[in-house]
């Protein structure tokens, strides 16, 4: 199989708040908009939002995402803390450093979609033989 795109597409109630925070905050374009979905991108990164109730959604699945946890790879994560924090985003995790390779911290956006901002850094002795070389 060949995959041209992948993707997350997070069912929410309110599409336009979502992609209004990604916007705003992470630098997402919309590539799409109706007030039902929005289609967003930042490069070659692409995340669609889509109204939980909308009937594309088959029977008994239409409920909004929960437990949904986004990962966003930066080149410094402690400049990216400070911006979201002036900017007054919910902070769920203060930045910190993981043995385990991470320097990172998490904010909230709207419909409890957690956003999980990462700088890697060195790991710990005890966790740096889990990397796997080619990765």
């Excluded at 929410?12 to 007030?35: I, K, M, R, Y």
């Excluded at 911290?105 to 889990?130: M, S």
């Amino acid at each position: 199989m060949s995959i041209k795109s992948f993707y997350p597409v997070l069912q929410v109630e309110n599409p336009p708040g979502v992609a209004d925070f990604f916007t705003n905050h992470f630098g997402f374009q919309v590539a799409f908009t109706t007030d039902w979905y929005v289609s967003l991108r930042n490069g070659a990164h692409e995340l669609a939002v889509l109204d939980c109730t909308h009937p594309t959604i088959p029977e008994g699945f239409r409920l909004p995402c929960h437990g949904v946890l986004l990962n966003i790879e930066v080149d410094d994560a402690a400049s990216e803390y400070t911006r979201l924090r002036k900017a007054g985003v919910s902070m769920k995790l203060e930045l910190r450093d993981e043995a385990f390779g991470q320097r990172h911290f998490i904010v909230e956006a709207p419909g409890q979609i957690l956003v999980d901002v990462i700088e890697e850094i060195p790991p710990a002795a005890e966790f740096a033989d889990a990397f796997i070389a080619s990765a």
